[in-house]
Every structure is written in structure tokens, then in C-alpha cells.
């Protein structure tokens, strides 16, 4: 028998098509009557995954010390008493605010993400400010605090007008790895083969830089001054839109007094590229207007990534590329300006103190911040955990500092479809359904459609938005979240039975055609009060922004570069940039090489490094380096392939005692920090950090497996 449906591999929702054998999903493919279908490696494994003897099936509650790995079956009633009540007395003890959730990728899902959002959110029902989850590392400062802070809109709001651009710009994405149904990717296929001229900035020349007619091999972290010297450039050649600046536009004046303060060479010395080439690159820039902008997580994690991104869409902005045929649009229209929430007292969500950019603009906590608060009760103590789909050991740096956070929390509550690093420190862990399993109501790309459920539960699993509700009733909010299909589906229409029958009887769901209007911010179609301009507190693009501002910070784009931190060492010392966790087609996050099939598609993690600096230092493909940062070493195999000159990257997602072979080790995290990041979002560093590598003699190998 043969299903269509959404993939259940991971939340992007591409559009397939199931074979079912027995009740089991024996295949996946993509469903060719779908713009939608497609199948990657990871989805075409799901029959392996779903199926996997590593499954949790039935709910476990620890039987051993803390960290120990031991635990006993319990009954669902049980499970849900222990967690409730470990909860219950945490609350009792210290309040609230010392509850956490924390919901990562795997559960990205729009149901169960709903459970720790707005009026929805699962401490928020007990009081606590703090339901967080991976936008703390993740996405958020891209794609909303970025655009927020320049155009007033998220990045969902804003669409690349691919279809008719002369040039593309790729920058901080791989759109050959993304996850999901890859329609930036077709697009940019299509406008290449109409003549469209590729650009591709990134360290690395795999890729989407193969297809690059310019590859820009830039150093990991400097792409902020990659783009204040093409600003500068443009500024200081009066190339710029003047009549946009002066009409739409706040802070270019002391934006141009800091270019005034920086030279090319320097900016060049920064980001890698020569004097020469960024001439060449903005004289392309300046060619025409008709250039998008394809940009994503890549730029955050820097030590200015937020005002990094904010340069790069200054540079659209001032050259009339916004909102024109081909460039940047906006898909908004009638937009509300968004008002930053206050976060004070004892409302105050961890964090918040140091990221208040972040927290005001989210409403959330920083979760980079929460080991200060459960080792050293900063801001207060924080002492129950509830973890959904996520594993922080493996993605966050230092792993021993977490084991200590887990080893001093009161109560560890795990809701997850594996064994992570994180559950084995768990006083319950329950096993969730993965999304093949589930029965709801999802949006997507201008409208809603239905996720039908196209594999049965494997063993006592459950959707995680009905064991959340199993919680809540025990602790006295139950009636929050649906404990029914039928009442999951109901919720996320809010109620709508109309709506719901409708998508029932549409295969593909409800979806508009958009329909892109030109230079909105013109005639007034942009924001809600009609008048021109930005849905921005000052009604015009903020090169300057005000709720940068409001939060005590420099309002306009500055570069900060990593090696301005002394304590990161010398360039001398520590000569190449290390960049981390580029996406990849087979792992997921932290998930991945717990399953036998996938550890063996990719065994290991490897050392990516250019021709050129691999001869300079020594070191073989194939064969064993160390690299070394000032907070570590960890050793792996060395990879020669396409990178920029004095860069190295090594993949994450290592790391736990519950993944097959060489993937327990190599985690490329324990020699990153948690001390450093960018300080308007509370990004960390992952993807600039500078290091040194060495051979590795074979018997130094040798002993360093005998000691792990």
C-alpha cells in the first residue's frame, strides 16, 4: 500500500510518498505530483530510523546515580507522577523562574513548538520566564533579530525575487545541504541557466561555491568587514541611492563617519580578501539592481554577528535593491511596528540581563546563560530542566560543563525518540512518537495543510504535545494543551471545524499564491498606519537602529573581529580561523550517528582543509592531525578539499556515549567556549574560533584511544 504525505524526518516537511508493508513504512519516496516532493538521504533511512532496536519505547525512570545510565520501564502513569511531581517540588522550593524547558530542532515541529510559546508556553502556565529552546543558538539572530532591527520585518516577511535577478548572492548559506524541499536551490539553477551571474562567499568551495561563477573564499567571522569595505567603497564613491538614504533611512551619518575611521587594507586583512578583489566585487554589486541576497544561519556566529548581517542588508538598502524586480521584497503588507517587551524583577528571564536585545525582542531567555544559573545561582538558582527533541551536551561547547549542570539539577524530565548524552543524567525520560507518527495540522509556505499519520507509534511512544499535557494535568494546567488526535487538529485551527474539514478534503492543504507588488515602502502598502516608509520604530530603514539603541548598544554596523580578543591567542600562535557545523544531508543537528546506518555513511568527522595549508603544515589526507584551540585538543582525520587559505572546518554533532563508533569522540565542541559571543544576541563563536593543527604520530593515536 502506498500513502502520501509530509516527512516525518524532520520538520522542513517535504512532501512524499510512503510504501507500507505489514503496518510498517518499508520505503520513502518523493512525491513527484508535488512542487514540494523530495527525499533526502536521511529520509530515504526513515524505515531504518522509525524502526531502529535504539527506539525508546517505553516511558524509563532512573534506577542508579545521577548520570550513571540506569533505568527501569514505568508505566505511563508513573512516569508522569515522578516527572510532575520532581517538578512540583522545585517549584515549591526555590519558585517558578527555577523551572526551564528547552525544545531543540528535532522538535521543530508546529504543535509541539506551540507548547512553549506565547500564552501556550509550558513553565510560563506556573509562572516561570523560561521556555526557551534553540533560537538561542539558532536562526533567530539571522532571521529575526537582523531584519527586525533594519526593515521592521522577520526574514519570513522578506522574499528573494530569484526568479528575476541578473545576480545572486550566496552568503553564509549552502543551499546544496539544506534540509527541506529546496526551492532556493531550483531557483538559483534556473536563473543560472538564463545567464544569471553567481556569487558565493564562504570558506568553504564545496557546494554551492562549485557552482559559483565567483567563489569568495572568506575567513571564517569576517564577513562583517567584507561588507563594511564594500560600503565604504560605495559611501565614499557617492555610488549609494541618495534620494532613498535621505527619505528613508536613519543613522547613514554617523554611519559614514565610523567607514571614514576604517581602511580598505584593513578590512582586508580581516576578512581574506584582497583590496583588488572587493574593487572587482562591488564594481559587480553596483552593475544593476536586480541582485538577491541568499543568506542564513552561517553569519550569526560571530563576534558581531548580529551588526555583521545588519551590514550586509545596509548594502542592499542604500543601492536601491529593495523591494525592486529581482532584489529583496517584502512579502508583508499593513506590517504592525513591533514593540520590545520589558523583562524586569523577578519576571526577568535568565539572561535577560546580559542579552537584552535578544530577550526583548523574543520574550525569551537566553540559554546560553543557564549553567551560571544551576552551578552558581546567577541570576537565582535554577534547578528542574524539562529537555524536548534536544541534546545540549552534543551542541552546545564544554560537555563536562554540562554533565555538572545535570549532576546539580533537583529535576531532569527527557522527552526524546533516542538516548542522548542529556537523558542519561534523567530522572524520566519518555519516548516520543517521531513525526511520521503523528496526526496534526502544519503550516506551510503561504497556508496550512494536514499531517497525516502515516506510521502507527513504535511501542508505548506518544506525540510529545500529549505527554507535555500528561505533565501539565498532574501539575494544574491540563486543559491547556489537546490530549486527542481530534483535539490536536481542532487546536491548531483554533477551533475552526470549517477550516479543518476543508484541509481534510484538500490533499496538498490550503496555500496562496504570492503575489509580490513592488517599492511597498513607497506608497505606503508596507505598514499599517499607510503611511511611506519601514514598519521600523522611526518609520525608515535603521542603519541605526532604535531598539539597538534602547538597549544601551552602538546603533549602526561595526565590525569587531575575533582575534581582538587576546585571550583567544596570537595570531602567531594560533594562525588558522576554525569554523564549525556546517550543515550536512545525512545527520540532523545532534541526530544522526546514534543510528548504526547513518554512522556508517559518514564515519567520522573530519578536518576540512585546503591543499595549500595542508602542505604547510604537514599533515596527509586520511591521515590523524590535533587541533588545538586555547581551550583544547581533540584529534581527527584530516579531509583535503576546497577551503579558503588558513581556514579549517570539522563537522559537530559528536560526542555521546549512545552513538556508534568514532562519533562517541571528536567533539569538536570541547574546544569551543561558552564564554564568547556576540553580545546583542548571545550567539556563541561556534564558526570563528582560532586554532593550530599538528600531525599526529601514530602512536600518540594509539594512546589517545586507549585513554578514551
Not at 496526526?439 to 495543510?449: D, E, L, T, Y
Not at 547513518?598 to 604547510?616: F, L, Q, R, W
Amino acid at each position: 500500500m502506498k500513502k502520501k504525505g509530509i516527512c516525518g524526518m524532520c520538520p522542513d516537511k517535504c512532501d512524499v510518498v510512503v510504501t507500507i508493508n505489514d503496518g510498517k513504512i518499508t520505503r520513502v519516496d518523493p512525491d513527484q505530483d508535488s512542487p514540494r516532493g523530495r527525499v533526502c538521504k536521511r529520509g530515504a533511512m526513515a524505515p531504518k530510523i522509525i524502526y531502529s532496536e535504539k527506539r525508546i519505547r517505553t516511558p524509563l525512570i532512573r534506577d542508579g546515580e545521577r548520570g550513571s545510565g540506569k533505568f527501569r520501564k514505568a508505566t505511563w502513569e508513573e512516569a508522569w507522577d515522578a516527572a510532575a511531581e520532581g517538578f512540583r517540588k522545585v517549584y515549591e522550593k526555590y519558585g517558578a523562574r527555577a523551572l526551564v524547558s528547552y525544545i531543540g530542532g528535532s522538535g521543530r515541529e508546529d504543535a509541539i513548538m506551540r507548547c512553549f510559546r506565547g500564552k501556550d508556553a509550558f513553565f510560563s502556565q506556573l509562572g516561570s520566564p523560561n521556555d526557551m529552546g534553540c533560537g538561542s543558538i539558532c536562526n533567530v539572530s539571522s532571521n529575526f533579530i537582523t531584519p527586525v532591527t533594519t526593515y521592521g520585518l522577520p526574514t519570513f516577511q522578506i522574499v528573494q525575487d530569484i526568479e528575476h535577478s541578473e545576480v545572486v548572492f550566496v552568503w553564509g548559506k549552502n543551499s546544496k545541504t539544506d534540509s527541506g524541499p529546496l526551492f532556493t536551490l531550483q531557483a538559483i539553477k534556473e536563473a543560472k541557466k538564463r545567464g544569471a551571474v553567481l556569487v558565493v562567499i564562504d570558506p568553504r568551495g564545496e557546494g554551492m561555491a562549485e557552482m559559483a561563477d565567483y567563489w569568495i573564499p572568506i575567513v571564517p567571522g569576517s564577513d562583517g568587514a567584507l561588507a563594511i569595505a564594500m560600503l565604504k567603497l560605495i559611501v565614499e564613491e557617492e555610488g549609494y541611492d541618495k534620494e532613498f538614504v535621505e527619505n528613508y533611512t536613519r543613522g547613514f551619518g554617523e554611519f559614514s563617519v565610523y567607514l571614514k575611521s576604517v581602511t580598505l587594507e584593513e578590512m582586508s586583512g580581516y576578512c581574506g580578501v584582497s583590496v583588488e578583489q572587493i574593487r572587482n566585487l562591488t564594481e559587480l554589486f553596483m552593475s544593476t539592481e536586480k541582485i538577491s541576497l541568499v543568506s542564513y544561519t552561517g553569519l550569526e556566529y560571530q563576534l558581531s554577528g548580529v551588526q555583521n548581517n545588519r551590514a550586509i542588508q545596509t548594502l542592499w538598502a542604500i543601492t536601491g535593491k529593495l523591494d525592486v524586480e529581482g532584489g529583496i521584497c517584502f512579502a508583508a503588507e499593513n506590517a504592525v511596528v513591533m514593540e520590545m517587551q520589558e523583562m524586569r524583577g523577578k519576571e526577568r528571564a535568565v539572561g535577560a540581563e546580559k542579552y537584552p536585545l535578544f530577550s526583548r525582542l523574543t520574550g525569551n531567555g537566553q540559554f546560553v546563560e543557564v549553567p551560571k544559573a544551576v552551578l552558581r545561582d546567577d541570576p537565582y538558582p535554577v534547578r528542574g530542566m524539562l529537555i524536548i527533541a534536544s541534546s545540549p551536551a552534543v551542541t552546545y561547547p564544554q560537555q563536562n560543563l554540562w554533565h555538572e549542570v545535570y549532576k546539580k539539577l533537583e529535576c531532569l524530565v527527557v522527552l526524546d525518540r533516542f538516548m542522548t548524552e542529556d537523558a542519561k543524567y534523567a530522572d524520566v525520560i519518555f519516548p516520543a512518537t517521531t513525526l511520521f507518527e503523528n496526526q496534526s495540522v502544519v503550516a506551510i509556505p503561504g497556508g496550512m495543510r494536514m499531517r497525516n499519520r502515516l506510521a502507527e507509534p513504535v511501542g508505548e511512544a506518544k506525540n510529545d504535545v500529549f505527554i507535555l499535557q500528561g505533565i501539565a494535568e498532574r501539575l494544574g494546567f491540563g486543559e491547556c494543551y489537546p490530549k486527542t488526535d481530534e483535539e490536536l487538529e481542532l487546536w491548531m485551527v483554533d477551533g475552526d471545524v470549517q477550516k479543518l474539514n476543508f484541509l481534510k478534503e484538500n490533499e496538498y492543504g490550503i496555500a496562496k499564491q504570492q503575489q509580490l507588488k513592488y517599492q511597498k515602502y513607497k506608497t505606503g502598502e508596507l505598514r499599517q498606519d499607510g503611511k511611506p516608509g519601514f514598519p521600523t520604530p522611526s518609520g525608515k530603514f535603521e542603519i541605526s537602529s532604535v531598539y539597538i539603541e534602547e538597549c544601551g548598544y552602538e546603533g549602526y554596523p561595526r565590525y569587531e573581529d575575533i582575534r581582538s580578543i587576546k585571550e583567544l591567542g596570537s595570531k602567531e600562535e594560533y594562525p588558522l580561523m576554525l569554523t564549525t557545523a556546517a550543515r550536512n544531508g545525512v545527520r540532523f543537528s545532534s541526530f544522526g550517528p546514534v543510528i548504526p546506518e547513518i554512522a556508517e555513511m559518514e564515519p567520522v568527522p573530519t578536518i576540512d582543509i585546503g591543499k595549500n595549508d595542508a602542505e604547510k603544515y604537514g599533515v596527509k589526507d586520511g591521515e590523524t592531525a590535533e587541533i588545538e584551540t586555547v581551550f583544547g585538543k581533540q584529534q581527527f582525520i584530516v579531509r583535503i578539499c576546497k577551503m579558503a587559505e588558513g581556514c579549517i572546518h570539522i563537522a559537530y554533532g559528536a560526542g555521546s556515549s549512545y552513538m556508534e563508533g568514532e562519533w562517541k569522540r571528536h567533539n569538536v565542541n570541547d574546544i569551543c567556549s561558552m564564554e564568547y559571543s556576540d553580545p546583542l544576541s548571545g550567539f556563541l563563536t561556534f564558526k570563528s574560533l582560532p586554532c593550530r593543527i599538528r600531525k599526529v604520530e601514530s602512536n600518540d593515536v594509539d594512546r589517545k584511544s586507549k585513554e578514551i
